[in-house]
Nanobody, 125 residues
């Protein structure tokens, strides 16, 4: 089971980025997938989660209304569309397989069974 996040970069406040989580060695549509981020000196923060069916999506309050998680089963990826980016969104973003359902994941400290290398998102003017 391998996950690889990509799509990070430098963007101005108010800008957009789309992160992609590519799965290898397994079919991502059979797993719920979560995104979390970690900024320097800060704790891990769950950002978003999508259920196996894709019917359930959850977001941290800090990104609700700005970020959208979705599946692209044809490409075996899960994407995170990030709009209206703020300086405080700056962090390394990781995709992972949550150990809890999406409904519980944020309260469970965003724990995971597997994650890939992260991708750095920097929001700065």
């Amino acid at each position: 089971v391998q996950l690889q996040a990509s799509g990070g970069g430098l963007v101005q406040p108010g800008g957009s980025l789309t992160l992609s989580c590519a799965a290898s060695g397994f079919t991502s549509e059979h797993y719920r997938i979560g995104w979390f981020r970690q900024a320097p000196g800060k704790e891990r923060e769950g950002v978003s989660c999508i259920s196996v069916s894709g019917d359930t999506t959850k977001y941290a309050n800090s990104v609700k209304g700005r970020f959208t998680i979705s599946r692209d089963n044809a490409k075996n990826t899960v994407n995170l569309q990030m709009d209206g980016l703020k300086v405080e969104d700056t962090a390394v973003y990781y995709c992972a397989i949550p150990t809890y359902t999406c409904s519980l994941w944020f309260r469970a400290g965003s724990s995971y069974s597997s994650r890939g290398q992260g991708t750095l998102v920097t929001v700065s003017s």
